[in-house]
T-cell receptor, first 108, second 115 residues
C-alpha cells in the first residue's frame, strides 16, 4: 500500500530554470514531510522538511509547498544547477514512508 | 559523508547462504533504522531501534531477517537462507530524538546480490 506517491519518475530541466517535483500522499495523519536527495552509490541525504502546520518552507534555492487539503506537496528548485542532478524522494514522517523517487537531470 | 557507515558496501552471495550487514550510526544518535530499496522504488521501512530496544518491525521483515543493536550503538541485520528476491540495497539511518520529526541521516547502503 503506497501511501506516498511520486508519479513522475524523471524530470529534465535546463540550467537556471525552475525544477518542480511533485508528491502526493493518502494518509491524512501524516504531519511531517521531508525531501531527500540521492546521488548514485550514496545513501539519501536530507534536503528540506515541512510540518503540516505550515504551507511553505524555504531554504536557499529550495522551497517546499504543502497543500493539506489536496494531500500534495511539491519541491521547487530555483535556479536549477547541474549539481542538482540526482534522484529526489519525498517522505512522510516517522518510520519514513518514501515515494518512488524522481530522477532530475539538469542540462547545461 | 553523513557520519553513518555501513559494511560491506557490496555483497554477492548464493541462494541459501546467510549474510550479515553492519551499520555504525552517528555516535550520539539514539534511533537507528533499517530500510530496503529495490530498483525504481523508494526505500521501504524494515525496522527501527531506540537505543537497544527494537520498537517496530515491518511485515516486510520475514522470519529469515533478524536485526540487533545489542549495546545501543552499532546494529547488525542478518538474512538467513537468502533468496533471489532479497537482492536490494539495504540502507541504515540514524537520528537523535524521540518525536519522529528528527532528521534521519543515511549511510551509503549495502548492495546485496543473491545469485
Amino acid at each position: 500500500d503506497q501511501q506516498v506517491k511520486q508519479n513522475s519518475p524523471s524530470l529534465s530541466v535546463q540550467e537556471g530554470r525552475i525544477s518542480i517535483l511533485n508528491c502526493d500522499y493518502t494518509n491524512s495523519m501524516f504531519d511531517y514531510f521531508l525531501w531527500y536527495k540521492k546521488y548514485p552509490a550514496e545513501g539519501p541525504t536530507f534536503l528540506i522538511s515541512i510540518s503540516s502546520i505550515k504551507d511553505k518552507n524555504e531554504d536557499g534555492r529550495f522551497t517546499v509547498f504543502l497543500n493539506k487539503s489536496a494531500k500534495h506537496l511539491s519541491l521547487h528548485i530555483v535556479p536549477s544547477q547541474p549539481g542538482d542532478s540526482a534522484v529526489y524522494f519525498c517522505a512522510a514522517r516517522g518510520k519514513l514512508q518514501f515515494g518512488a523517487g524522481t530522477q532530475v537531470v539538469v542540462t547545461p | 559523508d553523513t557520519g553513518v557507515s555501513q559494511n560491506p558496501r557490496h555483497k554477492i552471495t548464493k541462494r541459501g547462504q546467510n549474510v550479515t550487514f553492519r551499520c555504525d550510526p552517528i555516535s550520539e544518535h539514539n534511533r537507528l533504522y533499517w530500510y530496503r530499496q529495490t530498483l525504481g522504488q523508494g526505500p521501504e521501512f524494515l525496522t527501527y531501534f531506540q537505543n537497544e530496544a527494537q520498537l517496530e518491525k515491518s511485515r516486510l521483515l520475514s522470519d529469515r531477517f533478524s536485526a540487533e543493536r545489542p549495546k545501543g550503538s552499532f546494529s547488525t541485520l542478518e538474512i538467513q537462507r537468502t533468496e533471489q528476491g532479497d537482492s536490494a540495497m539495504y540502507l541504515c539511518a540514524s537520528s537523535l530524538g524521540s518525536g519522529g520529526t528528527e532528521t534521519q541521516y543515511f549511510g551509503p547502503g549495502t548492495r546485496l546480490l543473491v545469485l
